[in-house]
């Protein structure tokens, strides 16, 4: 079974700051990998979706990579925001049609 | 821009009781699927519906749950008796085809 891992649980950064969030899989035969965002109570917003034949995705200040064969990927955060306060889920697809999710990464930035 | 829109954003309900928990998917998605998150874990896949029919299911969508399109535009999830473990926020999403995900706001369900 696909198992998603975020790496940190939680990261404070001071405004301003480049930052990077790491998400690895376990089963490589991915079909493609999507980054959302989660505020606080609230519901998901798509940031990025990576196709298995791409290696990555840009999207204003956001940058995300994959490297299908090492089971990896990453958000690259640029010049952060407090309202980049979040947390940014990663999530997989696999031959089957839905998605695994990690436990997340929880995003503070501070003024 | 088009959006997935649930209803209602929070539903508490008495154990034992029967809920149905409403979604306005994407008017030309093809693809619906039902998540939930249990306070402080994972999102968890419960059930994907295309061409009028479940596709796929997890362990966790046993026979408490059913889900049904009755009009071409609600896509719902019913949970029969409901138990103190099916508290969790129950997201719809929907997808044209097998691309992008989109997810509604969720329904917080409490059950007491």
């Known amino acids: 079974k696909q198992e998603v891992t975020q790496i940190p649980a939680a990261l404070s950064v001071p405004e301003g700051e480049n930052l990077v969030l790491n998400c690895s899989f376990t089963?490589?035969?991915?079909?493609?990998l999507q980054w959302f965002r989660q505020d606080p109570g609230k519901g998901l917003t798509s940031l990025l979706l990576?196709?298995?034949?791409?290696r990555e995705q840009t999207s204003g200040r956001l940058n995300a990579s994959l490297d299908k064969s090492s089971g990896r990927s990453t958000l690259y955060i640029a010049a952060s925001q407090p309202g980049d306060s979040a947390t940014y889920l990663c999530?997989?697809?696999?031959?089957?049609?839905?998605?695994?999710f990690g436990t997340g990464t929880r995003l503070t930035v501070i003024p | 821009e088009p959006e997935v829109t649930q209803t209602p954003s929070h539903q508490v309900t008495q154990m034992g009781q029967e809920v149905i928990l409403r979604c306005v998917p994407i008017?030309?998605?093809?693809?619906f699927y039902w998540y939930r998150q249990i306070l402080g874990q994972k999102v968890e896949f419960l059930v994907s519906?295309?061409?009028?029919?479940?596709?796929?299911k997890s362990e966790i969508f046993d026979d408490q749950f059913s889900v049904e399109r009755p009009d071409g535009s609600n896509f719902t999830l019913k949970i029969r008796s409901t138990k103190l473990e099916d508290s969790a926020m129950y997201f719809c999403?929907?997808?044209?085809?097998?691309?992008?995900?989109?997810f509604g706001q969720g329904t917080r369900l409490t059950v007491v």
């Open positions: 999403a929907s997808s044209y085809g097998r691309g992008d995900a989109f």
């Open positions: 089963d490589s035969a991915i079909y493609n």
């Open positions: 990576i196709q298995s034949s791409q």
């Open positions: 999530a997989v697809k696999t031959g089957a049609n839905n998605l695994f």
């Open positions: 008017s030309n998605h093809l693809y």
């Open positions: 519906f295309y061409n009028n029919e479940i596709s796929e």
